[in-house]
């Protein structure tokens, strides 16, 4: 997969005024962001989208096609509702996934990159929901890959550390 200048040709973005939510496409993949964490009000949010989720699938081996029809949510909220699993901040089900933009509750992630987004793509990929395999336990490749760009707090731009131990398998994760 192409990176830089490439992926600006491939992220459509499409504003979509509905319930305060915006919705663009990369690839056949829909994201509706759902959050006012400042990173998600970018202008370069779907590139990074695209390039974080490139990054997830090379480690996962799997590819675009994987995710097509799949709809992903970017919410505020630090938890997210899945299947009563207390304390989710991700959760992949069918076509759909929700990503928590929110490392705290009162503070978001400064960066598509720190949040589980890389572990649900996982699930999309290879399922095993059990999290049995042992990449859910590495991540090293992908932080390795990510790391280094640029992230936005509330009032000016802020490090985009990453931390694999967010994406790995924890307890209210899925
Ligand atoms: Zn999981």
Known sequence: MERGARG??????????????????VHDTAIVVRTNAPFAQSADLPVRVESTISAAL??????????????IALESERHVPCHGVPGAVGCYEGREMQVSTS??????????????????????????????DPRWMDFGAVA????????????????????????????GTR
Do not use: K, M
């Open 103 to 132: 490392e705290t509750a009162t503070r978001p992630w400064r960066c598509v990159e720190q949040t589980v987004l890389v572990h649900e793509i996982g699930h999309a990929v290879i399922g095993d929901s059990n999290h049995t």
């Open 8 to 25: 600006l040709l491939v992220c459509s973005v499409v504003l979509v005024a509905c319930g305060g939510s915006e919705t663009f496409s």
């Open 58 to 71: 090379s480690y996962w081996g799997g590819n675009w096609d994987d995710l097509r029809g799949l709809t």
């Open 144 to 171: 390795a890959r990510l790391q280094g760009r640029r992230g936005y707090g509330p009032v000016a731009d802020e490090p985009c550390d990453l931390f694999p131990s967010v994406w790995q398998h924890v307890r």
